[in-house]
């Protein structure tokens, strides 16, 4: 049992270009989210998804992009990087009463550098 | 919403030296609560977490938390820390019908030999 599972856990990029990050989960789970974690600033949500086909913005959804096609799978687009996306990310699933409770199961991030 | 505050950005503590993270939250509505630690250059793991019945809730590695509902904390404590501690813990909450969680913005636990 993998969990979540995150690619590539490192990356530099150039300003200005493109890229995804890869998220998938073998749980079954309904609910999947991106975080950003910035040193001081705690977890911010980026975006999240409720199901296949169902996605919604969270606190920081700016110059990113996400898609849901498939249960497992959650990955988060970067379009045009800027050097304010350096940082790291986790991808989290969930699963509506799971353990009583929303509990999050957490990938083991990706660390981006915009230079 | 829920927002949630840890007013301790940085904890350093002597070894088997007792110790406690704060976290207060803020909501309308019944709350979940939870802690999470992260170890250097690892994903977030829960900890522990309140979901209802018992206020004190325990971990299996001797932390423990109490949910107060008339202080709206949920503060975190070890009698006894060991190296191992050494870590970054999160305190979050969600609301019983909600499906996000609002992460505080960390407490970094240092451990002194």
């Known amino acids: 049992n993998a969990g979540v599972t995150q690619t590539p856990k490192f990356r530099i990029l150039k300003i200005g270009q493109s890229m995804t990050l890869q998220c998938t989960q073998d749980?079954?789970?309904?609910?999947m989210y991106w975080y950003r974690q910035d040193p001081g600033m705690g977890l911010k949500l980026i975006y999240y998804?409720?199901?296949?086909?169902?996605?919604d913005k969270g606190e920081v959804p700016n110059g990113y992009n996400v898609s849901r096609s498939t249960t497992e799978d959650f990955p988060l687009r970067l379009e045009l990087a800027a050097p304010s996306q350096t940082s790291v990310y986790f991808c989290?699933?969930?699963?509506?009463?799971?353990?009583?409770?929303?509990?999050?199961?957490f990938g083991s991030g990706t660390r981006l550098t915009v230079v | 919403a829920q927002s949630v505050t840890q007013l301790d950005s940085q904890v350093p503590v002597f070894e088997e030296a007792p110790v406690e993270l704060r976290c207060n939250y803020s909501?309308?509505?019944?709350?979940?609560l939870f802690w999470y630690v992260q170890y250097p250059n690892q994903g977030l793991q829960l900890l522990l977490k309140y979901l209802s019945g018992s206020t004190l809730v325990e971990s299996i590695n001797g932390f423990e938390a109490e949910f107060n509902k008339s202080q709206t904390s949920f503060h975190l404590r070890k009698p006894s820390v060991h190296i191992s501690d050494t870590a970054e813990y999160f305190c979050a909450v969600s609301s019983v019908t909600g499906n996000q969680f609002y992460f505080g913005t960390g407490t970094s636990l240092t451990v002194i030999p």
């Open positions: 749980m079954n789970h309904n609910y």
């Open positions: 909501s309308s509505v019944s709350v979940y």
């Open positions: 989290a699933s969930s699963a509506p009463g799971q353990d009583g409770g929303y509990g999050y199961t």
């Open positions: 998804s409720v199901g296949a086909g169902i996605t």
